[in-house]
């Protein structure tokens, strides 16, 4: 009598399913790496968009300022140059600082794609240890 023992699959077998194993592997890390691609060109916008609100407080305040501040500065006793680049310089360091705020944010460094990069190097190597 001929005991039923369970088969262990073939070289081919295993070779096949290694390679199905892969290209779904694959198939994983393109989504992910859309995936991480969209987040990082939504923080691209966010930084854009700062940028744009920066550049309107330049404005506005550059208007508003030397409307209002130049006036009382110089109802203050204070020259009128003397007042206009006092108003100006306080309306330039705001729009300056949110401008750079935005500009951080377009920093190449942080719209790389790390979690994907690292997935696929994690991945590549446990592929070549599947195959060796």
Do not use: H, Y
Request: net charge positive.
């Amino acid at each position: 009598m001929m005991l039923n023992t369970p088969r262990r699959p073939g070289v081919v077998t295993l070779v096949t399913a290694a390679i199905a194993q892969s290209a779904d592997l694959v198939q994983t890390e393109f989504r992910l790496a859309r995936a991480e691609i969209a987040e990082k060109l939504a923080a691209l916008r966010v930084g854009l968009a700062m940028m744009a609100v920066g550049a309107i407080f330049l404005i506005v305040a550059l208007g508003m300022l030397l409307q209002a501040l130049v006036s009382v500065l110089i109802a203050g006793g204070m020259s009128p140059p003397a007042a206009i680049l006092l108003v100006a310089g306080g309306a330039a360091v705001v729009g300056l600082v949110l401008f750079l705020m935005g500009q951080k944010r377009l920093d190449p460094e942080e719209l790389v794609p790390d979690r994907t990069l690292t997935s696929l190097s994690r991945d590549g190597r446990m592929m070549k240890e599947t195959v060796t």
